[in-house]
């Protein structure tokens, strides 16, 4: 394998078996296996069920091809069911795969789970050097470590307590503090930064960045969390029913998975269930329509118009129109209301709304729609709320920007106008 490759994986495939394999017991399996030779009914299946699903199969991943380089971070996403975790299992050496290779050059440091090899009876202390020992390396090298791991862990107060009486915070901490330190090539984690506090996660993603920039270490990190992989990834694969669609760069990855690399629809209908209970219907958003353009997608500055239909039980003497703008990740950006309530009448409606958004920076948004009646105080009941109702597009346009892309992990989601230089201004 090249020098250069961290991992090499060719052919990729997991199968497994969907149901109850086997009866319990083996006179349970006997009995079973009779029975289907005499073409008999099962005598163990349950009431109602046919019979039991031992013959069907599920590809869990279905020929995955992939080279990771040392030194890169990558990022990997999917729905529930892609494959991720599966495909780290098999990395990490806890399943074998059905079928294919996967070459593997230098020492994984696995986090699949909270506490994952973690022997709760064992103090904290007791499980890393557990856990270095299982990485192959020698007591002299862990004591070496042991010190930059408690402090890292920020639970030194509990490191000789057994490790059964930790919460589940505490063993993220541990857990990371000791894949982090000890010495093995290629890191691997799985969603683990979910249980700890905001403030350990950006620790610990700083942690994985350095990792990859100045130690040279390979890391493989499954997220559902948008912004973190943005943060630490430089590269973003995407699986898909056991596939991968995408392997290149981050945000057309995150667009991918996202959707809106297919949603961008001159016309959205609001035909969708409401998820927010405290509505009375008396407005409800039907359509939307954005006019001057047939793709919505617009330059820094633009100004976006759209026609919002809805129908209304009865008329409202003063009804408001919130835009909230969220991320694709689902991040609230801001709002844009009307100034005041309007009229509206029974039956169908038509609006014509302007929206603003000149500071937004390029990227991929969508907006959520909410419709209320406002009395003085500026409150009144919800009529119609819809998440993530219209999806558009901001880009820069020629030359802006020094012509340099926009990196909204690294410089947030507002772009403000150019500073200014000198003392007369």
Known sequence: MNEQIAIQITGLKKQYRLGQIGGGTLKADLQSLWAKIRKKEDPNVKIGQEARLSGQTFMALNGIDLTIRKGEAIGIIGGNGAGKSTMLKILSRITAPTAGTVDICGRIASMLEVGTGFNGEMTGRENVYLNGAILGMTKAEIDAKMEDIIEFSEIRDFIDTPAKRYSSGMYVKLAFSVAAHLDAEIMIMDEILAVGDVAFQKKCLDKMREAATVEGRTVLYVSHNMNTIRRL??????????????????????????????????????????????????????????????????????????????????????????????????????????EKGIPVRAGENELPLTLRFDTLAPGTYSARLIAQSIDEFGRGPMHDLVESAITFRIVHRDGENNGQGWYPHVWGYAQYPTVEIGKDV
């Open 233 to 338: 990834c430089d590269r973003c694969v995407v699986l898909d029913q056991g596939k991968i669609i995408f392997d290149g760069d981050v945000e057309k990855a995150i667009d991918i998975y996202s959707g809106t690399g297919t949603s961008l629809k001159k016309e959205v209908v609001f035909d969708r269930e409401r998820s927010a209970k405290q509505l009375d219907g008396k407005l409800r958003f039907t359509s939307g329509t954005f006019l001057d353009t047939d793709v919505p997608v617009y330059h820094t500055g633009d100004a976006i118009r759209l026609a919002l239909r809805f129908t209304a039980e009865e008329a409202l003497d003063s009804a408001a129109i919130r835009v909230v703008v969220q991320t694709e990740s689902g991040t609230p950006v801001g709002l844009a209301a009307t």
